[in-house]
């Protein structure tokens, strides 16, 4: 396991965080960094994710990055090509795709305590890096549920992340699994298609309605001439959603998300019994809450079956649900989500005494600001633990992450040391406070089990204030939270203030 190559900053990843982190690093003058990315592109889950239909449930102008404004945005919510090609542009504009090590899959990092360096194995070969930056994603590993006689199918069976290029629904019997945001995206898109759609859902979503309103040519040319009307229209979207973010803290103003929600439904669905199926039991945003306009009117559709059973089994032509019922099908679409806090990422990164991340967090993960661990110095994890959103775009919250990155950075560089973690008394205050605000918010009153909720029943996903509150503490530097020292000293001394 010889190093073969060398970089004083490695970035795991190439999607917006992978991409922003690189772009801010470049800005304050350092160049002596690589981006290694598994796949042939650059974009994260926006390269990956190819169903038909899909879309951001975020607008554009606020789910961007702060420093490279796009006046041309086609829709208020774009779709997928969009996103994906912004992303392939910006990496370009920032003169970045120098930088990406491509097909270069990161398969173990282990810290090296004597030299003060991540060694870092991929599928192309070793390297070692003062820092990483683990940019890895929240949402990039599919979970497909370990069905019985899965392995039998005879037709064709993936997830909403691994679209086929070649897939031809027309015609066919197509059974979904799953109702999140992913499946209410592509049932539409793929209902007028097919012979017939078996949807299995476990758990409703509640659905308010989301116009696909176009931008004008005449505006993005105005966004284009005057960049403070974007700036403005980002702002107003921003400042919407974060007063949303008060009644996810206030659950009972979620009253009024709720009527939005059922008459969403109640225009579209005239059958009382499919109405009772749709309706959840639980407060609406205990679960992300589902954006669509076509969502309902493909879920009333003649050959559309909702099955509220779970499933069973899987035979070579069919899928059977617990109450018994049979569907014939060509074809299965998992739309059944990601691994979010079995994170895999963590099962191959061994920090400090070769303690692995992932026994560590032991399926609850925790760390300092979402962003780095005690015990793994000298390692950034970007949408790390508690910095996903409910209400809004999580692109803000990466960009905070990033911020505390480069003042850490630069308090490094100023005391010149060489490495840095944050103390366990900080990381535990972090998390404890956390906690504490997360008490009676929906996340943790709504009701539902959702998979921000970890084994131990603790939200880790997301972040509960608002996100300029956490924008705030990313923005600063609190040194007596970090422990720091020069590779050579034999014992760790407190990062001075
Ligand atoms: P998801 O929202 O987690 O939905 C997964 C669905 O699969 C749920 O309905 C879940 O039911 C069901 N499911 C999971 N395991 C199952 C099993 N064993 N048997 C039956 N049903 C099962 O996943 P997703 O749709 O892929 O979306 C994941 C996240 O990606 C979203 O929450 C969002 O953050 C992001 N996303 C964003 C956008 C966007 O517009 N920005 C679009 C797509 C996705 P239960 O509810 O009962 O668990």
């Given amino acids: 396991m010889k190093p073969i190559n060398k970089a004083r900053i490695i970035i795991i990843g190439s999607g917006f965080a992978g991409i922003a982190a690189a772009v801010r690093l470049k800005q304050a003058g350092e160049n002596d960094f690589i981006i290694l990315e598994r796949s042939e592109d650059v974009g994260g889950v926006w390269r990956d994710n190819r169903y038909p239909g899909c879309a951001c449930d975020v607008e554009s102008h606020l789910y961007s990055l702060s420093f490279a404004p796009n006046p041309n945005w086609s829709r208020k919510f774009s779709s997928q090509p969009e996103i994906y090609a912004y992303l392939q542009d910006c990496a370009k504009k920032f003169d970045l795709i120098s930088h990406v090590r491509f097909r270069h899959e990161v398969k173990r990092m282990e810290w090296k305590e004597d030299t003060g360096e991540w060694y870092v194995a991929t599928s192309q070969g070793d390297f070692n890096a003062k820092i990483v930056v683990g940019a890895f994603g929240a949402l990039s590993n599919p979970a497909i549920p370990n069905l019985k006689g899965l392995d039998t199918f005879a037709g064709e069976a993936f997830h909403s992340s691994n679209w086929p290029k070649n897939f031809e629904p027309k015609g066919k019997r197509i059974s979904v699994i799953g109702t999140g945001a992913s499946a209410i995206q592509f049932i539409p898109a793929l209902q007028p298609e097919v012979d017939s759609m078996t949807v299995f859902q476990r758990t409703p979503a509640w659905v308010v309605g989301r116009p696909g309103q176009k931008i004008s040519p005449t505006k993005q040319k105005l966004y284009s001439k005057f960049p403070f009307l974007q700036k403005a229209t980002r702002l107003g979207i921003y400042i919407r959603r974060e007063l949303l973010g008060i009644a996810f803290r206030n659950p009972k103003y979620m009253k009024i998300v709720k009527k939005a929600a059922l008459s969403n439904m109640y225009r579209s669905i005239k059958d009382p019994v499919l ?36 499933v069973v089994e899987v035979t070579e032509d069919s899928i059977i649900a617990a109450d018994g019922t049979e569907a014939k099908v060509d074809s299965i679409i998992f739309g059944t989500g990601f691994q979010i806090t079995d994170i895999p990422f963590a099962n191959y990164i061994f920090g400090k005494n070769g303690q692995r991340l992932a026994d560590v967090w032991a399926g609850s993960p925790k760390a300092y600001l979402g962003t780095t661990v005690s015990g793994f110095p000298n390692l950034f994890i970007m949408q790390g633990p508690n910095t996903g959103l409910g209400h809004t775009s999580v692109i803000y919250m990466i960009e905070a992450q990033i911020k505390q990155m480069m003042k850490v950075l630069k308090h490094m ?85």
């Fill in 413 to 497: 560089q100023k005391n010149q040391l060489d490495v840095i973690e944050p103390s366990m008394d900080a990381q535990n205050g972090f998390v404890e406070k956390t906690e504490k605000s997360m008490k009676g918010t929906v996340w943790t009153s709504g009701g539902c089990k959702s998979w921000y909720l970890d084994h131990t029943g603790r939200n880790s996903t997301l972040w509960p204030g608002s996100t300029f509150s956490f924008s705030r503490l990313a923005g600063k530097v609190n040194t007596g939270d970090y422990i720091g020292r020069q590779a050579s000293a034999e014992t760790e001394v407190p990062a001075r203030k």
């Fill in 275 to 310: 109405r009772e199926k749709l309706t959840p039991d639980y407060i609406i945003g205990c679960k992300r809450i589902l954006q669509s306009n076509v969502y309902y009117p493909a879920m009333a559709a003649p050959n559309v079956n909702v099955v509220t059973s779970g």
